[in-house]
């Protein structure tokens, strides 16, 4: 992959990767899509990577269904499908691990400790295999997209991040991969984080920016929902994932919730256009 890459960059052709788990839905294909406008060349990862999920989580049973995701990818038009497998990523002589420092030990890194370790160090690795120009990731994972921009500037990695608005089913529910495992009423019952988060950004429009009470408001919206755990709701700057003593345009209220025993997050950035 790296020798491809290289000789891509070599003959002038900017690359655009987008890394995946697989399992591509929708808004893998906007990602894709955005890619293939900016960028001469296109990659696009699939490998599920273990160093990222916790020893309760899904890493055995995260669908797998490379055929169909090479038919996808392939009606799309990619140059490459990088799918390695887990000895070619970490070999058994890998060492290194980045830490991700503070920002990885808030919301999401509360929840799933080293969470973020995993992701960083084998983003960075993917970088490293596919030489991109740009990388393009999901807004829906938006810590995600935080620590990595805080990795490039860091390490003064040649890469530009792109952070691509999420993707909904009609109902507002965010596009993930994890939905298939979501029963009837747990399904239901989802479009109800989408519509705290809609209500939240009218009332900032409207003029409340207390992040308390921007806050109590998703919260008492999702309490009414019926078998929703909450994990967290917070209003944070864009960048440094901190409490704004008053939220502005750009902050981002970020939720997390269980339904049965399925996470999801989602989040809105206040003030923007379109929720
Ligand atoms: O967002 C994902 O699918 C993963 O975290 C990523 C970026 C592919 C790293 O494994």
């Not at 490459?80 to 919301?107: C, E, M, N, W």
């Not at 700057?237 to 209220?253: N, Q």
């Amino acid at each position: 992959m790296q020798e491809q890459a290289i000789a891509w960059r070599h003959a002038g052709d900017d690359i655009g990767v987008v890394p995946t788990m697989g399992a591509l839905h929708a808004g893998h294909d906007s990602l894709v899509a955005r890619a293939r406008r900016e960028n001469r060349r296109v990659i696009v990862s699939i490998f599920v990577n273990p160093a990222q999920f916790g020893p309760n989580e899904d890493f055995d049973k995260y669908p797998r269904p490379f055929d169909q995701d090479r038919n996808r990818l392939d009606a799309l038009g990619v140059d490459a499908i990088f799918h390695p497998s887990v000895d070619q990523i970490y070999p058994p002589a890998f060492k290194t691990r980045l830490d991700p420092g503070p920002l990885g030990d808030v919301l999401e890194g509360r929840s799933r400790p080293g969470h973020f370790a995993g992701v960083l160090t084998v983003v960075l690795k993917l970088f490293s295999l596919t030489q991109p120009k740009r990388a393009y990731f999901g807004q829906k994972d938006f810590q995600q997209v935080v620590l990595v921009r805080q990795m490039v500037r860091d390490f003064a990695l040649p890469v530009r991040i792109v952070a691509v608005p999420t993707v909904r089913e009609a109902d507002g529910l965010a596009i993930s991969s994890r939905n298939v495992y979501l029963n009837p009423t747990q399904r239901q019952t989802a479009p109800v984080i989408h519509q705290a988060l809609t209500q939240v950004a009218g009332a900032f429009t409207a003029g409340e920016t207390e992040p308390a009470r921007l806050e109590g408001l998703a919260r008492e919206r999702l309490a009414a929902a019926h078998g929703l755990t909450l994990d967290y709701v917070s209003v944070v700057d864009e960048t440094t994932l901190r409490r704004p003593e008053r939220a502005i345009p750009g902050s981002v209220l970020v939720v997390a919730v269980k339904l049965g025993s399925i996470r999801l997050i989602d989040n809105v950035v206040l003030g923007a256009e379109r929720p």
